[in-house]
T-cell receptor
Framework: GDSVTQMEGPVTLSEEAFLTINCTYT??????LFWYVQYPGEGLQLLLK?????DKGSNKGFEATYRKETTSFHLEKGSVQVSDSAVYFC???????????FGTGTSLTVIP | DAGVTQSPTHLIKTRGQQVTLRCSPI?????VSWYQQVLGQGPQFIFQ???????GRGNFPDRFSARQFPNYSSELNVNALLLGDSALYLC?????????????FGPGTRLTVL
């Protein structure tokens, strides 16, 4: 069935390290893909998105490229900061756009 | 501009009780969705409403119901609460139509069922 699978955490990195969080999806067609971030005690904030194959979403130094060949949307950042510590969720929309499927989330802790 | 607002922030109920959660979308957004986020998991889709009509429903029992009002605000009702209903309930609003299906989330209502 339709689903989103993302790398399990928790992930602990030192400041300025390189970050990759893997995300793959299953779907018919080419759904829009998203990364959301959730800081402690808060709701979800959109981090970046890509609406078609080969699109690259980017924001605040984070990037993710929509790869239809591998049905992936991996999140990357070249140099993480302590303030990036949060839970990251990969999500895809249904083709009709009326609901989102989320991954289980990956907790990231960045230590000074 | 105000974002998505939800009330109450926290709620404690006992098994068998009923609860109503409220959500106001971003001004101009006509669609509201509800999600349940159990601790340590990703949000699970419950409902989507547009123009007061249900446009999508997730795999939740009939104890869960919702409605949308003419001003596009929404309520989520859960009857006969179970311990497993304890979760963060998230409301998201979106502009309806075309490929613009980005959802903006509120801070959530934390429901604890004892």
């Amino acid at each position: 069935g339709d689903s989103v699978t993302q790398m399990e955490g928790p992930v602990t990195l030192s400041e300025e390290a390189f970050l990759t969080i893997n995300c793959t999806y299953t779907a018919t067609g080419y759904p829009s893909l998203f990364w959301y971030v959730q800081y402690p005690g808060e709701g979800l904030q959109l981090l970046l998105k890509a609406t078609k194959a080969d699109d690259k979403g980017s924001n605040k130094g984070f990037e993710a490229t929509y790869r239809k060949e591998t049905t992936s949307f991996h999140l990357e950042k070249g140099s993480v900061q302590v303030s990036d510590s949060a839970v990251y969720f990969c999500a895809r929309a249904t083709n009709t756009g009326n609901q989102f499927y989320f991954g289980t989330g990956t907790s990231l802790t960045v230590i000074p | 501009d105000a974002g998505v607002t939800q009330s109450p922030t926290h709620l404690i109920k006992t098994r068998g009780q009923q609860v109503t959660l409220r959500c106001s979308p971003i001004s101009g957004h006509k669609s509201v969705s509800w999600y349940q986020q159990v601790l340590g998991q990703g949000p699970q889709f419950i409902f989507q409403y547009y123009e007061k009509e249900e446009r999508g429903r997730g795999n939740f029992p009939d104890r869960f119901s919702a409605r949308q009002f003419p001003n596009y605000s929404s309520e989520l009702n859960v009857n006969a609460l179970l311990l497993g209903d304890s979760a963060l309930y998230l409301c998201a609003s979106t502009i309806w139509g075309g490929n613009y299906n980005e959802q903006f989330f509120g801070p959530g209502t934390r429901l604890t069922v004892l």
